[in-house]
């Protein structure tokens, strides 16, 4: 992390998981083991049937609230898809695009990831850009180059003032659900290549500013450590987000030198 130039956040995926009635008691565990922190924005990314609830659960604990994902249409005949207009309508403050279960099941290709981002920062909604290779790729080495052109790809056509609001999220897909994390070292290596790839495009400033978030099995035990690195300013974590108490311990972690 590096506080100095860029903010921390923490942003919990809950995925197709919870449900409306239980976001009270988890949010009383949450408040309970929660630090007071001012230096990390804590996001909780759910299913967008519960953000409502999620916005007046949340509200004591200073969670803002997030959506997993988003239509690139504005509004119309899009039967089941929700816009952005409609997220920021109900309070969404953050929004995931491009994960890589979306990737997998729904077929979203890097210009759909693009078009989302856009559609999300008219709205003046952050979007979480995720980005990360399959085992195979990095087995061929091919990490870096793959995981280049996709932030190209997500970035197309956002100019420096909307690259303020995005943020990147690393997520080697081998390590998401997995249990397998990836090391501290390999995270800030792909984390501080894509400060790199944003930095050839926009310059040191704007680069500098962006935070990049490390996904992919981050738990209560290994947060520290990854959370440690100096190009890797937060976390989207999936399982552990479902747990308070792990969940806190995770934002704890931010509050490391
Ligand atoms: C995710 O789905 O974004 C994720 C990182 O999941 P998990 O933490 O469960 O690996």
Redesign the pocket.
Known sequence: MNRKYRKTIIAG?W?MNQLASTIKPFMEELKVNMPRTKTCDVVLCAPAIMVPALIRAGKECKIASGAQDVSCFEKGAYTGEISATQLADVGVKYCIVG?S?RRQYHGEDDMLVNAKAKALLEKGIAPII?VGESLEQREMDLTMEYVAYQVKAALAGIDATQLRRCVI?Y?PIW????GKTATAEQAQEVCEGIRAVIRKIYGARPARAVSILY????NAKNAAELLAQPDIDGG?????SLKPVDFATIIAATAQE
Do not use: Y
């Open positions: 995926n995925k994960h279960e995720c999220a997520e390590a998401i659900g997995t996904g992919g099995s981050m989207l974590i999936g399982g552990a």
